[in-house]
């Protein structure tokens, strides 16, 4: 299959390569940046792994505990802290590596073909000079690197098979919490089975509180466009689909706020669809469960501020237990238990929510809450009612 | 050097007929604009195939230029969080143009338009073999493009982008639908699109009726350059596939205005179906814009390499390979989409299998590479630059073939990253190696190879700072098609790179457009093969003559100028 002349190509000996500048340049350009997406990867990981639980961390938001600390952001996919995501990281380090190694090699060899194979000036001054050896192919050289991929991409799909059937479940793990979730343009809604057996449904809005160390099994629909519920942290993303239900599942290893956003485009405010995920002791969970299946807080205080609330357009989208039962907006029943507005953009202060009840369409261009044009005691009043709503 | 500026110059027949003789000396001054008109006309109905290939790359570059602009203000807007230099609509408007304009107005026609120029030369041919269709062709494709961009003059102008489409280039469904997409918007990116596709089935018909019937004596389907080779099969590819991207669009067209619901979950249809269709579609057209590069890649390496293609029928049969499976790997798009386990691990399986020919053709590259004596010119350092990046463009492409690690990048990032490494670090430095290399052959004239390198570094230290950090800023959680993003994610030193390396992208650009119209103006005749090359289309002048060939040209083996240059060793002995 191979001459002499060729078998003396492939295995020859390098002369002496005058490494040229711009080829060095290239090599440092596509290595490089391997180099600092692995090391990048780490240090994402080390940030938001097990070691530095304490920074992002937090207690349970509204009546069960303080506020989020800053700096809570972390959204990597190594900083995994649920089964889901930790098998995805498992596997992960596993592809970067295969890949890495095969980047390695293939770079290695156009490197070296173009360093060795390169002609010299002093050759190039020489008058006619004769063409290289010609070489038409080689059957073992051509086989090979036909079946060593065919191995290698064998490999990778059994990996790939047996993570699939580790992290998509078909039916619930066993003692899950069930969640309904229902994705809206921009917003998320969550809706808990009757846990606590009195009748109530909890029905909440963009946090979502869970238990640790108890799987959380997630209903997914839409109620208008495609969405796609991704916590990073958690799981891997999952489509919420209009006339269909999908499915995933997490467990949080320990008690923290979790972040997310929507991961699916789906219109003008796609970037601002954000998503919290609180996770709190099972005894926390189960109080703040309580709290959120108790009926809204009448405060004689604020009643003109109630009567505002349904007297307005307001009550068109937005269900507050015993006051109105739209659907479109979120259900305030009890907004003031949360720790944002506008899906995550904004922490919910007094400020934020009167700015907010004033001109949603300047804290969030857009979105489908229209000005209400209200003048500043009608804002006080609604923004004091809404923020007795606890 | 006024024999340039029409193309064909000094070998525009004599009895050329109507067209005024405008190099005679003194004419020009006197008949300036009849001069210009007479230009223009004979441009407009021309028929010949390498007048149309020049046509569909110069729209082409010019549709390239407005997308690099959207490219340019999206970056500017993500530089830092919380920005509000555009609105949301009016980014997300950018980012829909810019990745319909990329792949639809300036990959396809660019591609096709070198394939319209090249082919009939390689194979020995006077034409296309529907010279008149071609024309057609070309102006379905401009006047589909030219439709989208007039969406920006629709109801609120241009200060409010107009009813330019907001969806993003695959338009998916029910945020297409009439209910969440009013106005006109989505309506222009489905005309313009299925007129300029149109565009692309005709042109591909006559590719296929060319490759079959009009090469010349002796050229056998195993005698082909591979560049012809990989034409055919992306002619193949596109009249498999554009053909259901025009029905799909054809269905959203009934559901927004006859009533229809083919898409609209609300009535019993079927938000995946649209999925479905588009990526039936998108998925080949991935292959449809890389492997013409890849032809341009063969070409260029053996000639700058001196050595003949290595494994010349194992590149064939991975082309044929990459054609079909291409067919069979498209829900690969919809890992996130809720597919059973099951389906989820054949995709990933036939996604894999793909990158098996894929990995043949570079290891082939290389091996031609090996043992050569290469030469540098600028078309060579933008191959190189081609292997080194398309390497790490298709191995984050397994990567993504891996479902549950896709759970977490899909939609982030990281998937913007990878195909710009594919597409960019493939596709157009492919296209930018085949302008340096045939521009010869086109206009009689090489390319300035300083400029050129200057064009090479910049722009792919440009590229380099502009899309690896992509990868990065996804794995940390960073979602695609957000016009705003959070301070407090770690995504801020990572998006602020990205927009550092967009400056050099557009000086590297710049230079290349100024290297393309200095040279236009007052290149210096180079000879009919400057290259030194091997295949029939620098067998004949440079520009050829109108009909191609003085003489039928006769093939004797893959490399029909080896063996008329080296007639003591002939390449047939070996085939």
């Given amino acids: 299959m191979l001459d002499g002349r060729a078998r003396r190509i492939l295995g020859g000996v390098a002369r002496v390569p005058g490494v040229p500048g711009g080829l060095l340049a290239l090599l440092l350009l596509v290595v490089g940046p391997l180099v600092v997406a692995l090391t990048a990867g780490t240090a994402a990981a ?98 090979a690197w036909t079946v060593v991929p065919l191995l290698i991409v064998f490999v990778l799909g059994l990996v790939t098979i047996r993570t699939i059937r580790e992290v998509q479940l078909t039916e619930p793990p066993e003692g899950a919490l069930r969640v309904q979730v229902i994705g809206h343009q921009w917003w998320w809604e969550y809706r808990f089975p009757d846990e606590l057996g009195n009748g109530r449904e909890v029905v909440t809005a963009n946090e979502l509180v869970v238990p640790v160390g108890r799987p959380v099994w997630l209903e997914l629909e839409s109620a208008d466009v495609i969405h796609s519920w991704w916590v990073p942290r958690l799981a891997g993303k999952t489509d919420c689909i209009p006339g269909r239900t999908n499915v995933t599942w997490f467990k949080a290893r320990r008690p923290g706020l979790y972040l997310g956003q929507c991961a699916e485009y789906c219109g003008t405010q796609h970037a601002n669809m954000l998503l919290r995920v609180t996770a709190v002791e099972p005894d926390a969970f189960r109080e703040w469960l309580e709290q959120q299946a108790s009926p809204a807080v009448v405060d004689p205080a604020v009643d003109e501020g109630r009567r505002l609330f349904a007297g307005f357009a307001c009550l068109n989208c937005h269900a507050i237990d015993g006051v109105s039962a739209g659907m479109f907006g979120p259900n305030l029943t009890h907004l003031a238990s949360r720790e944002t507005i506008g899906s995550g953009i904004l922490p919910l202060t007094r400020d934020t929510l009167r700015a907010w009840i004033d001109d949603p369409q300047k804290l969030k261009i857009g979105c489908n809450m229209p000005s209400l044009k209200l003048d500043d005691r009608e804002l006080d009043l609604i923004t004091d009612y809404l923020l007795t709503l606890r | 050097m006024s024999t340039l500026s029409t193309g064909h110059g000094a070998s525009t027949p004599a009895g050329g007929g109507s067209v005024p003789d405008t190099r005679r000396p003194g004419a020009a001054r006197d008949s300036g604009r009849v001069d210009l008109m007479a230009r223009l006309h004979e441009w407009t109905v021309t028929v010949d195939h390498k007048r149309l290939g020049i046509l569909y790359v110069a729209s082409g570059l010019f549709f390239f230029v407005i997308a690099g602009i959207q490219a340019t203000l999206m970056r500017l807007q993500l530089v830092v969080p919380v920005n509000d230099f555009l609105t949301p609509d009016t980014f997300n408007r950018l980012f829909t143009m810019h990745g319909t304009t990329m792949v639809f107005l300036v990959g396809m026609p660019v591609l096709l338009g070198i394939a319209n120029f090249l082919v009939p030369l390689m194979i020995g041919a006077r034409d296309m073999a529907f010279p008149r269709l071609n024309a057609f062709g070309f102006w379905l494709f401009l006047f589909g493009g030219l439709l989208l961009y007039y969406s920006y003059i629709g109801s609120a102008g241009l200060y409010g982008a107009g009813s330019t489409p907001d969806a993003g280039w695959f338009m998916y469904a029910p945020l297409t639908t009439r209910s969440f997409s009013r106005g006109n918007a989505t309506d222009y990116w489905i005309l313009g699109i299925m007129v300029s596709g149109f565009g692309s089935m005709t042109t591909a018909v006559n590719l296929v009726a060319t490759i079959f019937s009009m090469r010349c004596p002796g050229m056998t389907l195993m005698r082909m350059p591979l560049l012809v080779w990989m034409m055919i099969v992306v002619a193949v590819l596109i009249l498999a596939v554009m053909p259901v991207l025009t029905a799909a669009q054809v269905m959203l067209l009934f559901d927004r205005s006859l009533g229809a619901h083919f898409f609209n979950p609300q009535q019993e249809g079927s938000a995946l179906l649209w999925q479905h269709l588009f990526w039936f579609f998108g998925h080949p057209e991935v292959y449809i814009l890389i492997l013409p590069a890849f032809g341009f890649i063969s070409e260029i390496i053996p000639v700058f390499s001196r050595k003949v293609i290595f494994g010349y029928p194992l590149m064939v049969a991975a082309t044929v390979a990459i054609c079909f499976i291409s067919l069979g790997v498209w829900a690969h798009h919809m890992f996130v989409a809720g597919l059973s386990p099951f389906l989820n691990a054949l995709f990933a399986a036939s996604t894999f299998l793909i990158s098996v020919p894929t990995g043949i053709k570079i290891f082939n590259w290389i091996g031609t590479m090996w043992g050569g004596r290469i030469r540098f010119d600028v078309p060579m350092l933008f191959a190189t630059g081609f292997l080194a990046l398309f390497v790490f463009g298709g191995l984050t492409g397994i990567m993504l073939a891996v479902v549950p690690f896709d759970w977490q990048l899909s939609d982030t990032y990281f998937v913007v990253g990878h195909f710009h490494y594919v597409l960019i670090g493939g596709t157009l430095f492919g296209i930018f190696g085949a302008i340096f290399y045939w521009f010869p052959k086109a206009f009689g004239c090489k390319l300035d190879e300083r400029l050129g390198k200057w064009t090479f570094w910049i722009f792919l230290i440009g590229f380099t700072l502009t899309f690896f950090p992509m990868h990065i800023s996804g794995m940390l959680g960073m979602p695609r098609r957000i016009y705003t993003y959070q301070p407090d994610r770690g995504w801020e030193l990572w998006n602020l790179i990205s927009t550092i390396g967009v400056p050099l992208q557009i000086a590297g650009v710049s230079i290349l457009v100024w290297n393309i119209i200095r040279t236009l103006r007052r290149g210096e005749p180079c000879g009919d093969d400057p290259w030194d090359a091997w295949t029939l289309e620098w067998a004949t002048t440079s520009p050829p003559p109108e009909w191609n060939f003085h003489e039928v040209p006769v093939c004797t083996s893959r490399r029909p100028l080896w063996d008329r240059k080296h007639p003591e060793d002939p390449d047939e002995h070996y085939e």
């Fill in chain 1, 46 to 143: 080390d940030s938001s792994g097990p070691g530095a639980g304490a920074s992002t961390t937090v207690c349970a938001p509204g009546v069960l505990g303080g506020p989020p600390t800053s700096g809570a952001g972390v959204t990597s996919i190594f900083g995994a802290d649920s089964p889901p995501a930790e098998s995805i990281r498992h596997l992960a380090w596993l592809v970067l590596g295969i890949c890495a190694a095969i980047f390695v090699v293939v770079e290695a060899l156009l490197f070296v073909a173009v360093v060795r194979f390169r002609r010299r000036k002093r050759e190039a001054a020489l008058a006619g000079e004769p063409e290289p050896t010609q070489l038409y192919g080689s059957n073992p050289i051509e086989l």
